[in-house]
């Protein structure tokens, strides 16, 4: 095991790690890279932590993470990862304020990286030390991208996105995906991300179009690892997932998709651009409980074809059946079909379906 800890070993009840400070594991998670980026820059450069609990184990205070989150911040500007450390090193020798280092003689709190230094309390005695703050704590810290009120983990999964750093990247979003929940993860975690990536895509002149493709691409890939095995089918219980006709963007249907896997509910995802003729027959051949027709522009939302397939009937004469129709997605947006659920969210869209297949 050497001089570095396994991840999420020496925890007391409740995982709170023992002797205080995060694993190299943790601190990996709210920065965004990989455990063993971590582990290099303490080996190669001298980033490790200030000190050894527990004898050889390493844990991180706030101070050590203020460290790390500002070379994050300079190797995500493309400076290399020898001169940011350079850079980190010399800012602490100096005190610099963007990274807080001071601290008075005998055993102290670490100060924490986001408090000013004018207003930093005095020493405490170990017992009395502030734990360092949660990793889902909301942040404004940069990382290229203009994330606003969110997530901390919302900052670690854009600094990968920017780096292209396809193993940190995988680990950020299926660690999300885990902690919270497919559902809370996509609206508070992966969603905004998203989002912050497509304005900066949008004000620099496309200069991060490969973000975004390569943020999607991974976002698509954790959703498919983690979606349980398809749900057999039950009569009268599937569900049809498909985009409209001239409609690609189908990672929030995808999301939708498994979010349903998740609870069990049988369901038929046909994806992309599915045309009329194509979206028929699959209604026609699975006789669904409810179709949910997914449109992100108005230019590819149909009334006419939301109406259509709410009017398609199946089944024995005088049992005919026909399926609940959702439009779903922005494109939707003021062209509401009379008398055809039209969620606004992934939440409300699962409970909306979940409620049509327990009747």
């Known amino acids: 095991m050497g001089t570095h800890e396994r991840d999420g070993e020496d925890r007391g009840r409740g995982g709170v790690p023992l002797g205080g400070g995060l694993t190299t594991g943790e601190v990996a998670r709210r920065l965004g890279v990989a455990p063993t980026t971590v ?14 609990t527990g004898g050889r184990h390493r844990r991180w205070t706030a101070t050590d993470v203020a460290r790390l989150e500002r070379m994050c911040a300079l190797t995500a500007t493309g400076i290399p990862p020898a001169e940011a450390a350079r850079t980190v090193l010399g800012e602490a020798t100096q005190g610099a304020e963007s990274v807080v280092l001071t601290a008075p003689a005998g055993p102290t709190a670490p100060a924490s990286p986001d408090t000013p230094p004018q207003a930093q309390a005095p020493a405490r005695r ?5 734990p360092l703050p949660p990793a889902r704590a909301r942040s404004r810290a940069g990382s290229g991208l203009r994330l606003g009120d969110v997530r901390q983990e919302c900052k670690g999964i854009a600094r990968a996105a920017l780096r292209l750093d396809a193993v940190a990247l995988d680990e950020l979003l299926e660690a999300a995906i885990v902690e919270h929940g497919l559902v809370a993860a996509w609206t508070e975690v992966i969603m905004p991300t998203l989002q912050a990536v497509g304005r900066k895509w949008e004000s620099s002149g496309e200069r991060y179009v490969e973000v975004e493709h390569f943020l999607s691409w991974h976002v698509s890939g954790a959703l498919r690892r983690g979606a349980p095995p398809s749900a057999a089918d039950r009569p ?21 998709a498994a979010a349903l896997a998740e609870r069990g509910l049988p369901v038929r995802m046909f994806g992309g651009a599915l045309p009329v003729e194509s979206l028929v027959t699959a209604v026609r051949r699975t006789g669904p409980a409810a179709v949910g027709l997914w449109a992100q522009s108005r230019t590819t939302a149909s009334r006419p074809l939301a109406q259509h397939v709410a009017a398609m009937e199946w089944g024995v004469r005088g ?10 997605g922005p494109g939707w947006s003021g062209r509401t079909v009379t008398g055809l659920p039209r969620p606004t969210g992934l939440a409300e869209a699962v409970a909306v379906l979940e409620s049509v297949v327990s009747r």
Do not use: F, Q
């Open 39 to 52: 582990r290099t820059w303490d080996r190669r450069y001298g980033l490790g932590p200030d000190a050894h």
């Open 236 to 256: 009268g219980a599937t569900i049809v997932l498909a985009c409209v006709p001239g409609e690609n963007h189908t990672l929030p249907l995808e999301v939708l």
């Open 319 to 328: 049992a005919r059946r026909k399926p609940v129709v959702l439009t779903i």
């Open 126 to 130: 170990p017992s009395d030390a502030p």
